[in-house]
């Protein structure tokens, strides 16, 4: 059932976008504010894309030393910019569902797949950073990883940035347009 879960996430979530764009009653300000809340999701996201190396070691540099899930709870700054660009109660609670559904389940495959590629590294990382909302206190390491546009764009982070862009481009024409 996870892995189903799992896999659905995604073609679930361009239902979600499809009733977001139906139901967003975007105006000036709110696309103002959605807009300054993505552009701090997207930071988040850019800084940790930059230092991930995905299956050669555990990322535990950039913001990974203050969480275990930095691309997870830039989703969620993201995900709240679009509630805020949206001005909909409607677009909150759809948001609230796929959160809950879906990230929790997310959360569990990565913390399997991280276990399973770095078992014992692992266990001393999860014992000292947080899993989701971040801490003060970081994760000291040996590694001193910089971050790297090289890793960003093999991370194809980008994507993001620029799905970001074009549904708040989106929602700006329904609120010049409807």
């Not at 569990?108 to 692992?122: C, G, L, S």
Request: aromatic share 18%; glycine share 6%; net charge positive.
């Amino acid at each position: 059932m996870k892995k189903i879960v799992y896999r659905w996430r995604v073609r679930t979530g361009f239902i979600a976008i499809i009733l977001v764009i139906i139901l967003a009653k975007p105006d000036l300000p709110s696309l103002l504010g959605g807009f300054v809340v993505c552009s701090s999701g997207l930071f988040l996201r850019t800084w940790a894309s930059g230092h991930l190396r995905k299956e050669k070691e555990l990322t535990v540099s950039g913001p990974y030393k203050h969480t275990r899930n930095p691309l997870y709870l830039g989703n969620l700054i993201i995900g709240f910019s679009v509630v805020i660009a949206s001005r909909s109660l409607w677009i909150l609670g759809i948001f609230t569902a796929y959160f809950l559904l879906f990230y929790p389940i997310a959360v569990q495959v990565e913390m399997e797949r991280m276990k399973a590629f770095f078992p014992h590294e692992y266990e001393t990382y999860k014992k000292k950073t947080p899993l989701f909302f971040p801490s003060w206190k970081s994760f000291s390491s040996s590694k001193k990883n910089k971050f790297s546009w090289k890793l960003y764009r093999k991370n194809k982070e980008w994507r993001a940035f620029l799905g970001a862009i074009f549904f708040l481009l989106i929602l700006a024409g329904k609120a010049v347009f409807f």
